[in-house]
């Protein structure tokens, strides 16, 4: 309550993606958001999901919904607009994300038990600098002090990945860009490498694109002695089918 009041004496009281005076998220917006789930409207659920190609070393990632708007926007004004309000929001989704892929894990990879580490994807020191937070951890902490979205698995979030070097915002790249400014650009914190050494994990962000970031992510981890690696996201952006050999699964999302 307090932070709402707080929230509006700050920011305009209007709908996050299509600006809507009067409310924080339309009626509108959320049928619009709804649509946008990869597992479709009668199976609530996340999809797996494959960019297409597919980097080397990427994991397998489930992702709730498609990155179109409203959800596309919802995040960019969430990361960049300071509209913290919907951490809620992507929280659901993404926890929704973890759970398909803990799922997965358990018929696929025999995760039988066990807790299992959450790792944010990293973001570059600029956009930390120029937030002044790190968005997508408070989200995930969000999905992890809700209770485990499966079962009685205890899900702990581990902020364990750094860049090695300066990286550019991924959002304003093409592929090869993507992949070349994240090669190698990645490890795990020196203070984090008992944490992560023979844990299962699963990394999280808000959207893959060309799952450049996750493959990257993964390397960094497994280099780190993890003993497996999974993805989860709240979005991936759609790609046209290109190999309809494969019954148009690659390049469906
Ligand atoms: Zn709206």
Redesign the pocket.
């Known amino acids: 309550m307090v932070l709402s009041h707080l929230l509006d004496l700050v920011l305009p009281l209007e ?1 996050a ?2 600006r ?1 005076p009067g409310t924080r ?2 009626p ?2 959320a049928r619009a958001l709804d649509a946008l789930a990869l597992a479709g409207p009668e199976r609530p659920g996340a999809v797996r999901v494959r960019p297409d190609p597919v980097p080397t070393g990427l994991p397998p990632v489930h992702a709730w919904g498609a990155y179109s708007v ?1 959800l596309s926007t919802a995040i960019r004004v969430w990361k960049d607009g300071g509209r913290r309000d919907l951490d809620v929001l992507l929280a659901g989704r993404l926890a929704v994300s973890i759970a398909a892929s803990l799922s997965a894990a358990e018929r696929l990879r025999g995760w039988s038990s066990g807790p299992v580490l959450v790792v944010p994807a990293p973001s570059s020191r600029a956009s930390q600098r120029l937030r002044g937070d790190i968005p997508l951890e408070g989200v995930a902490r969000l999905v992890a002090a809700g209770g485990a979205p499966h079962r009685s698995r205890p899900l702990r979030v581990v902020p364990a990945l750094v860049h090695t070097r300066r990286v550019d915002d991924q959002s304003g790249l093409g592929m090869l860009g993507r992949r070349a400014n994240v090669d190698g650009a990645m490890t795990v914190k020196s203070l984090c490498h008992n944490v992560v050494r023979g844990r299962r994990c699963i990394l999280v962000d808000d959207v893959m694109t060309t799952g450049s970031t996750m493959a990257e992510a993964s390397r960094a981890l497994r280099e780190a002695g993890a003993a497996d690696v999974l993805g989860a996201t709240v979005a991936a952006t759609r790609r046209r089918p290109v190999d309809h050999r494969t019954g148009g699964e690659r390049g469906r999302v």
Do not use: D, T, V, Y
């Open positions: 709908c993606a299509c809507r998220w339309c509108r917006c409203p």
